[in-house]
């Protein structure tokens, strides 16, 4: 008998051993990281009250924290099935002056793009796409709940169509079911080929380019919804709009039905489907980020050059030759998060045998969507606060030819508004209250997933590991950026 325990004892303690090791090894990494910071985009060094090393281990030890009082103080699942209480209706018809909105911003990036003047600093397109419509409509959706479904204009014109056809006594049914296996492959694929564009295409910034861009995926949007349905498509197919409701699902309001709903924070995101590409789209969105963090900071700038130079070797002149070297950057970092939730996924599945690591994978991948909006707001909070007030002087001058349509084409920015020293603030706030929400999430799926309270906090050990990596990560980023 006692033959057949100890070999179970020896790799009890191999697997917490193993849960320590990783557990200091984050933390050494965050501890480890330069000490100088600068916020993402276009601000400068940060003048740092206290040094970044003690910024990390802060951090890493509020996870811990949590984490404790998590399992001595949460016993049982409190976010699973969300209860949700309807604040107001609105009339139906208030969907029509939002999908016209929508249509009219659309018109204006593609006009701007086409007829307005080349360059990046005076065209309208580049803040707006990549500044209020790439970051602003994400921030705004976990205060305000799945606004954008209103306003988006591929969605409004679809439905507008269909409203005349109906008119015209002209039925519309899809001729397509949605197939389960394609999922949110779509949104993944989207977004992946927007961070491409905006990270390691040399043309990002062009207007015309980013017109005909967005006409093309206008085109797109409408021939889906044409073949599977506007709902459906509109959930499933659309990239943006993906993006957008799923972040979302994290805020305390909910758009629903033509009426706003107040929820449990979080709790809207744990019925998040487990169709496929779920995992896919979160880990897209935190490897996109972190690429975007790690593209500025010594390590990819040192390592970069040679891979260049590789494909320099291979006859590609230069252009080519460095985009193809940020698309690998962008693969390695997306790999990277992938790796460090396999870590958790595998850990948990040492816990208990009675799960797959995939189907651990899959129920836990709504833990990710806190810390793939931490991500996101630590890597563009400077952006958006900064960069973003350009779009009150963009908007009385779109086509950058002098007109002054609202009488703000005199503004400036104000980079006085918050410094970055506060902004530093900000994102390591961000960082740790996503990785902190990540964790609440987890342990609430563990207790409604595990047998008992103590197997959920054993299995917890490893996404603990997966938390403060993150974590670690992120600091990193920020402060090793041109350090």
């Known amino acids: 008998m006692s033959l057949g325990v100890q070999p179970a004892e020896r790799s009890a303690k191999r697997r917490r051993a193993r849960v320590a090791m990783l557990t200091v090894a984050f933390i050494a990494a965050t501890a480890l990281a330069p000490a100088a910071a600068e916020a993402h985009g276009i601000s400068g060094l940060a003048s740092l009250p206290v040094p970044a090393w003690l910024f990390a281990w802060a951090a890493a030890i509020v996870l811990v924290i949590s984490f404790v009082l998590l399992s001595t103080l949460w016993s049982t ?4 099935h969300p209860r949700e209480r309807r604040l107001f209706r609105w009339p139906s018809a208030l969907g029509i002056p939002a999908g016209g909105t929508g249509l009219a911003l659309f018109a204006l990036v593609v006009y701007a793009g086409y007829e307005g003047v080349p360059y990046y600093t005076d065209n309208f397109d580049p803040t707006f796409i990549y500044v209020i419509f790439w970051v602003a409509i994400p921030v705004s959706s976990i205060l305000l709940g799945d606004w954008f479904r209103a306003f988006s204009p591929w969605r409004a014109f679809a439905r507008a169509i269909r409203w005349l056809g109906a008119r015209a006594q002209l039925e519309w049914r899809p001729p397509l079911s949605y197939p389960p296996w394609l999922g949110r492959w779509p949104v993944v694929a989207g977004l992946l080929a927007f961070g491409w564009l905006e990270l390691v295409y040399h043309d990002h910034d062009n207007p015309s380019l980013l017109a005909s861009l967005a006409l093309a995926y206008f085109a797109l949007m409408l021939v889906g919804m044409a073949l599977f349905g506007i709902e459906e498509w509109s959930e499933r ?60 900071g ?112 005199g503004w400036h920015i104000n980079y006085s508004v918050i410094g970055a020293t506060g902004i530093w603030y900000v994102e390591v706030l961000a960082l740790v209250t996503g990785h902190v929400g990540g964790l609440a999430l987890a342990h609430d799926r563990a207790l409604a997933t595990y047998r008992s309270p103590r197997e959920a906090v054993r299995s917890q050990y490893w996404m603990l590991v997966v938390m403060v990596g993150f974590t670690s990560l992120g600091l990193w980023l920020l402060s090793a950026v041109n350090s």
């Open 237 to 296: 197919g659309d990239a943006f709009g993906g993006y957008f409701g799923l972040f979302s699902r994290l805020s305390p309001v909910n758009v629903r039905g033509g009426a706003l709903w107040l929820r449990r924070p979080l709790s809207g995101v744990t019925s998040l489907s487990d169709q496929a590409g779920t995992v896919a789209l979160v880990l897209v969105i935190i490897g996109i980020t972190t690429f975007d963090g790690a593209s500025n």
């Open 77 to 80: 699942p409190r976010l699973q």
């Open 298 to 409: 010594v390590v990819w700038n040192t390592l970069q050059p040679h891979v260049q130079s590789f494909f320099s070797g291979l006859g590609l002149s230069e252009t080519p030759s460095d985009e193809l070297a940020d698309s690998l950057g962008l693969l390695l970092a997306i790999t990277v998060v992938v790796g460090f939730y396999r870590v958790g996924v595998l850990g948990m599945r040492s816990v208990s045998r009675r799960f797959t690591a995939p189907q651990l994978a899959r129920s836990y991948a709504h833990t990710l969507v806190p810390i793939g909006f931490a991500y996101v707001l630590a890597h563009y909070f400077s952006l958006l606060v900064w960069q973003g007030q350009a779009i009150g002087y963009l908007a009385s001058n779109p086509l950058g030819n002098g007109s002054d349509y609202f009488g703000t084409a």
